[in-house]
């Protein structure tokens, strides 16, 4: 009976994982996702969103959220060939993107989706621009729907003339991306 007890606690326990090389921990406890950004950039969580940028000089920066799903149009006319992660994230950003563009002055789509995985999860990545306060920003955003449950959006926002340099560490953050386990199953 103890290892049935002891078995079914540390299977809901958080699962805790080294933290890359060069990279720090930005993700809130609470979070049911671990994000690692580089070392030095400046973490700034708030609100159930993680979030860090390089610095106050550069302002690119990256954001994790977690949204519950209540749209079932997500999930709607999907034939049972579809049905997997990447449909209904491709579903999820039809419709995000329609709302990007009512928001964004001078939204314009740069590329995708395009297939991607997060942390073994079929998903999505998009770019995007728009012009903000009179300076231009390209986006690059990956989208993960979990379980038919949750949307997981990362979001990586650089001026134009930063995001050459700094696009690469989207591409490390995305990597190392990790869901924790026993979270919400």
Not at 69 to 92: C, M, R, S
Not at 155 to 181: C, G, H, L, M, W
Request: net charge negative; hydrophobic share 40%.
């Amino acid at each position: 009976m103890l290892v049935t007890v002891l078995t079914a606690l540390f299977s809901c326990a958080k699962t805790e994982l080294d933290t890359p090389a060069n990279m720090q921990l930005a993700s809130a406890e609470a979070a049911d996702y671990y994000l690692y950004v580089p070392d030095g950039w400046v973490i700034s969580s708030q609100d159930g969103i993680t979030a860090a940028y390089v610095s106050v000089i550069d302002n690119s920066n990256v954001s994790c959220a977690r949204y519950t799903l209540t749209n079932e149009a997500v999930f709607e006319n999907v034939t049972e060939e579809e049905k997997a992660e990447i449909t209904y994230a491709k579903n999820f950003w039809t419709d995000y993107v329609s709302q990007l563009g009512s928001a964004l002055p001078g939204f314009n789509m740069l590329s995708g989706p395009t297939p991607v995985v997060l942390d073994g999860h079929a998903a999505i990545k998009c770019g995007y621009f728009a012009a903000l306060s009179g300076k231009n920003y390209r986006y690059d955003m990956v989208i993960c729907i979990k379980d038919r449950l949750y949307a997981y959006i990362l979001t990586f926002t650089a001026e134009e003339s930063n995001y050459e340099a700094d696009s690469a560490y989207f591409d490390k953050i995305t990597a190392e991306f990790r869901f924790q386990t026993g979270r919400f199953e």
